[in-house]
T-cell receptor
Framework: GAGVSQSPRYKVAKRGQDVALRCDPI?????LFWYQQALGQGPEFLTY????????KSGLPSDRFFAERPEGSVSTLKIQRTQQEDSAVYLC???????????????FGPGTRLLVL | AQKVTQAQTEISVVEKEDVTLDCVYE???????LFWYKQPPSGELVFLIR??????QNEISGRYSWNFQKSTSSFNFTITASQVVDSAVYFC???????????FGKGNQVVVIP
């Protein structure tokens, strides 16, 4: 596809359930990012991949959050034992991305809106 | 630590008026990059502009213009002759050398009234 795609677009989970959010980056993009956006706030960084390597996971809020990108393309963000405070929009972004080039423009997907009841 | 401040939360303007969005950044790095993104109601963040730390030349793209001033650590965004389609949340963001993450401000909600 032409842009970053994410699925599902909306997810409702009961507290304690596990969820998996998928991101398909722009074809050929090396770098992939996950952000969390709470209502009325700017996105907050979660984690960053270069190809299949997770180079920065310092933004993951707890060990219930886990991300992977096993083949260097599609990525999955998994949240275990969801809590109400996990309710947010989860945004994925990709960039052509070379190591040490922080100025690369990141292109965002439409996000997955997660609601934990 | 990097920080971006967008002081105005919601701005309402009548169509055809100009609107300026302020962005003030903080960074200890000498190498950094600044961005503006638009988030319409659909939710997707749309890239508008990137500015390198060394390039203080102002830029104009159609009705959009940007004013980058290192002396005041500001990267302001002006929409000229606003239109209803400009209604969205606009985010300013910063990335630093050696750190690929974007740090976003809280955003400016722009409402253009027809």
């Amino acid at each position: 596809g032409a842009g970053v795609s994410q699925s599902p677009r909306y997810k409702v989970a009961k507290r304690g359930q596990d969820v998996a959010l998928r991101c398909d980056p722009i074809s050929g993009h090396v770098s992939l990012f996950w952000y969390q956006q709470a209502l009325g706030q700017g996105p907050e960084f979660l984690t960053y991949f270069q190809n299949e390597a997770q180079l920065d996971k310092s933004g993951l809020p707890s060990d219930r959050f886990f991300a992977e990108r096993p083949e260097g393309s599609v990525s999955t963000l998994k949240i275990q034992r969801t809590q109400q405070e996990d309710s947010a929009v989860y945004l994925c972004a990709s960039s052509t991305g070379l190591a040490g080039d922080p100025g690369e423009t990141q292109y965002f997907g439409p996000g997955t809106r997660l609601l934990v009841l | 630590a990097q920080k971006v401040t967008q002081a105005q939360t919601e701005i309402s303007v009548v169509e055809k008026e100009d609107v300026t969005l302020d962005c003030v950044y903080e960074t200890r790095d000498t190498t950094y990059y600044l961005f503006w993104y638009k988030q319409p109601p659909s939710g997707e963040l749309v890239f508008l502009i990137r500015r390198n730390f060394f390039d203080e030349q102002n830029e104009i793209s159609g009705r959009y213009s940007w004013n980058f001033q290192k002396s005041t650590s500001s990267f302001n965004f002006t929409i000229t002759a606003s239109q209803v389609v400009d209604s969205a949340v606009y985010f300013c963001a910063l990335s630093e050398d050696g750190n690929n993450r974007l740090a976003f401000g809280k955003g400016n909600q722009v409402v253009v009234i027809p």
